[in-house]
């Protein structure tokens, strides 16, 4: 992971690379253009909430704009995936949060199981 402002860019035979979700936070068009067949999309991400700003400081700002801006992107990019998940994880304050690990496994398990009779067509099981 290298995202800007918090982790330097990554320097690789003569480039430099930052994180791919800063453009691209659920990649299903890069893997149409890589020749996938079917494309399982999970998007836990901002989705558009309204949020009173009023309170915030400059990190968490900063960090509800970047929110604002991936969203704007990703709306476009969510529909090149075939299905996609949603798991319900916006309970997690911060990215790095570790203590609440339990709980966004179980939502995505049950995000997945929601799906499963859609995945089982789409993959023809």
Known sequence: MSIPAFFEPVQLNGKTYIDGGVLERVP?????????????????????????????????LMNHTIN?????????????????????VQFVRGRFQVDQAGATIDEGRRAVM?????IRRLIGS
């Not at 604002?68 to 075939?82: F, G, N, P």
Request: aromatic share 6%.
């Open 28 to 60: 299903c068009k890069t893997l149409r253009d890589h020749g996938m067949d079917c494309v399982i999309g999970v998007d836990v991400g901002y989705h558009g909430d309204v949020k009173d700003v009023s309170d915030m400081g400059v990190y968490q």
């Open 68 to 88: 604002i801006m991936q969203w704007e992107l990703t709306k476009i990019r969510r529909e090149e995936a075939d299905i996609m998940l949603v798991p319900d």
């Open 114 to 118: 929601e799906a499963l009779p859609a």
